[in-house]
């Protein structure tokens, strides 16, 4: 016998709970949802899933030509990796980010008519980018272990690799926070979805994706305590390249009280805009 789902809705805030439950049963559409993007995403284009493939080695070269060729940085550690690879580690888990972040801030424009016409979480639209980015993410992290096996590189990797996972869900936390705040306000204000791409491009000059944490003046080491992002690149760097990681205790539990902060944050607006959400579509 199938098991029904019924809903009353009101104008009161929900708790924490009721939006998990309602999540729980919108499973099927969260599916459903995420192929159908992911078939639309890849349909009628030149180089289909492996745009994705391609993305991470085109910003890497960019960078790569401006710092290394030109401006004559070097990241490397004693010479043991190419900055090529250096810029690379940063990128794959930047991507992830960003790509999830704005797709998440038009998740509700992008599907009003479903919003419109039957009620479903909220909160479970959120899933979708996740889930669909998570394949470059992967195909990302494969690439890197392939340039590392190609030169030589494996300083503990295997015991390392297991710590992607919380770094992976500390990046999960900080896109699906960006993203409900972006998504919950552009509800009612449209042109905050026009500055997500500049507020990241802005957030990218200083998350360490392009620099280390020793290369940071002592005069700018407030940047370590500042921008949660910092943590992803640094640990992933050890993780791939045996980098020094040089955060200290301080400035991490500083990232993870602002990480939390904001994303409470995300959560009170979500709860205030949520009831509201079809009166501005």
Not at 62 to 77: E, K, Q
Not at 113 to 133: D, T, W
Not at 161 to 183: D, E, K, M, R
Request: glycine share 4%; hydrophobic share 50%; charged share 15%.
């Amino acid at each position: 016998m199938l098991k029904h789902h019924y809903k009353k809705l009101t104008n009161k805030d929900r708790s924490i709970s009721e939006i998990i439950r309602e999540i729980r049963f919108s499973k099927t559409i969260i599916v459903r949802l995420s192929i159908n993007k992911l078939k639309l995403s890849y349909v009628q284009t030149v180089l289909g899933p492996f745009y994705h493939y391609f993305l991470p080695f085109f910003q890497t070269l960019i960078f790569n030509f401006l710092l290394t060729d030109i401006a004559n940085v070097d990241v490397s550690t004693d010479g043991k990796y190419p900055n090529f690879l250096f810029y690379f580690t940063g990128f794959v888990m930047w991507n992830y980010f960003a790509s999830s972040a704005i797709q998440m801030s038009t998740v509700y424009l992008e599907h009003n008519k479903i919003i419109e016409n039957i009620y479903v979480s909220r909160f479970a639209f959120f899933f979708i980018p996740l889930i669909n980015n998570f394949i470059p993410l992967i195909m990302g992290l494969i690439n890197i272990f392939v340039m590392l096996t190609y030169f030589g590189i494996n300083d503990g990797l295997v015991l390392k690799i297991f710590y992607l996972l919380p770094i992976i869900f500390l990046t999960i936390i900080l896109s699906t926070t960006l993203g409900l705040i972006v998504a919950c306000l552009s509800i009612k204000y449209r042109d905050i979805i026009k500055s997500t791409g500049i507020l990241l491009q802005f957030f990218l000059m200083f998350s360490g994706v392009l620099y280390s944490q020793g290369q940071i003046p002592d005069n700018y080491q407030l940047i370590a305590y500042l921008n949660p992002f910092f943590l992803i690149t640094e640990a992933s760097r050890w993780i791939w390249l045996s980098n020094p990681f040089l955060i200290s205790i301080d400035q991490i539990l500083s990232q993870l009280f602002i990480t939390l902060i904001f994303f409470v944050i995300s959560i009170i607006i979500f709860r205030r805009t949520e009831k509201n959400i079809v009166d501005y579509l």
